[in-house]
């Protein structure tokens, strides 16, 4: 009932900078917590960056003062600011939401991730 649509990926050289975008769609009723998680090739996937409704973040450590994670609560848009890219960030960057949507009589909790993008550093 909610769908999320990733963009921005793609290839970019070691020290760059690349700007992913999501967006959430459907019977939204609320969204909670929003974020990015990535998975390398071989590698299990990992938390990058959430952001909740009040504005709070966190991030993981191998990323903490490159990448910047933003939200616009009335577009139910999320952001991620990568920059000093580096050849380890290389992965497929899923993101993810978790709130509740409206159903015909009420509403229920979703828990949805995005189709990802590929985030490629490379010189």
């Known amino acids: 009932q909610v769908q999320l649509v990733e963009s921005g990926g793609g290839l970019v050289q070691p020290a760059g900078s690349l700007r992913l975008a999501c967006a959430a769609s459907?019977?939204?009723?609320?969204?909670?917590?929003m974020g990015w998680y990535r998975q390398a090739p071989g590698k299990q996937r990992e938390l990058v960056a959430t952001?909740?409704?009040?504005?709070?973040?966190n991030y993981a450590d191998s990323v903490k003062g490159r990448f910047t994670i933003s939200r616009d609560n009335a577009e139910n848009t999320v952001h991620l600011q990568m920059n000093s890219l580096k050849p380890e960030d290389t992965a497929v960057y899923y993101c993810?939401?978790?709130?509740?949507?409206?159903?015909?009589?009420?509403?229920?909790?979703?828990?949805?991730w995005g189709q990802g993008t590929q985030v490629t550093v490379s010189s």
């Open positions: 993810h939401a978790v709130g509740t949507y409206y159903t015909a009589l009420y509403y229920r909790n979703f828990d949805t």
């Open positions: 459907g019977s939204i009723r609320s969204i909670n917590a």
């Open positions: 952001t909740s409704s009040g504005g709070s973040t």
